[in-house]
């Protein structure tokens, strides 16, 4: 015996434009932003929202912003400077690389830092 279904009433797959797609992956990756949150509101499967994000990323041309790249290493002269201050003298935790942009700012970024957070960090220095 064949057993089939009928499904009538409105058709439950919505289609979003482009330009919705990025405000929604705006929304969802936005700095303190979830986007599980997002996509319970919008009723779509984060799954989505990641495939978005991913296809926006590389139509942009920044898929590989994420890539390791290896960049030129300075040695500094070691000329005598001002002692230490205090939280300088504290033990070092982890492995970690120190950036240093002139005009007295550092940044110290250790292992296990988020990636955006690094690049957010990064790029409002810039």
């Known amino acids: 015996m064949t057993h089939g279904v009928l ?20 929304e969802a990756f936005a700095a303190g932003a ?12 984060t799954g989505l929202l990641y495939t978005w994000r ?17 960049l030129p290493a300075v040695v500094a002269d070691m000329a005598p400077r001002a002692p230490p201050a205090a939280h300088d003298l504290e033990p070092r935790r ?10 007295g700012v550092k940044v110290r970024i250790e292992a296990g ?12 220095l810039r």
């Open 7 to 26: 499904i009538t009433g409105t058709e439950r797959r919505r289609t979003f434009t482009d330009q919705e797609k990025r405000a929604i992956v705006a």
């Open 113 to 124: 830092v988020p990636k955006d957070v690094i690049a957010a960090t990064l790029k409002a």
């Open 54 to 70: 991913k296809k926006a990323l590389a139509s942009a041309g920044e898929a590989g912003v994420c890539e390791p790249a290896f």
């Open 34 to 45: 979830s986007p599980t949150d997002v996509a319970r509101r919008l009723e779509i499967g």
């Open 94 to 103: 982890c492995a970690a690389i120190e950036i240093d942009f002139g005009a």
